[in-house]
């Protein structure tokens, strides 16, 4: 429980001092698939909308798994890098919720590989997010390592 504790206060942290970044700017839209692994709750397998506005920094994903459940993450990037000319990286902290059964909520630590094909505009993402939850339905403490694959373009 210490360690939930000291990760929580970490994420908290980082998100208070970071600055969001990312290549292309203003508004995005998009689609991932995601795999969820985990000691609990949480959607297995999803297919998730991706949103991110200019005017509050943060990168949305809504997404239902085959049983309809629902999962929202919510993302702050605190650093962005560039690899090559069409490789970039980007590393945050986030949370996310699944409802209605699992009724779930936690923080991660989203980590991606972005690939810049076409310009500025369309982005191919590569995500992993090592995340730590609390299961409300049933209860319990969860471990994670979300994952997932993607488009989004860039407005």
């Known amino acids: ?18 600055v969001f970044a ?24 999803a297919a998730m909308f991706t949103l991110h506005t200019p005017q509050f920094p943060v990168m949305f ?8 459940n629902i999962g ?9 890098g560039t690899l090559t000319n069409i490789f970039d990286w980007y590393a945050g902290v986030g949370a996310y919720a699944v409802l209605p059964t699992p009724l779930a909520i936690g923080a991660r630590i989203p980590v991606g590989l972005q690939s810049w094909p ?3 505009k369309l982005e191919v993402f590569l995500e992993g997010a090592p995340a730590i939850g609390i299961s409300l339905i049933p209860t319990g403490f969860d471990w994670h390592l979300q994952a997932a694959i993607g488009l989004r373009y860039w407005f």
Do not use: C
């Not at 990312?22 to 397998?45: M, Q, Y």
């Not at 994903?61 to 309809?68: E, R």
């Open 61 to 68: 994903g809504f997404g239902a798994d085959v049983a309809l």
């Open 118 to 120: 076409f310009g500025q």
């Open 22 to 45: 990312e290549k292309g700017g203003g508004w995005a839209a998009g689609i991932e698939g995601s795999l969820n692994i985990s000691t609990g709750s949480g959607l297995p397998v």
């Open 1 to 18: 429980m210490r360690k939930a504790a000291v990760f929580v206060l970490i994420a908290l942290l980082a998100a208070a001092t970071g």
């Open 72 to 80: 929202i993450t919510a993302d702050y990037w605190l650093a962005h």
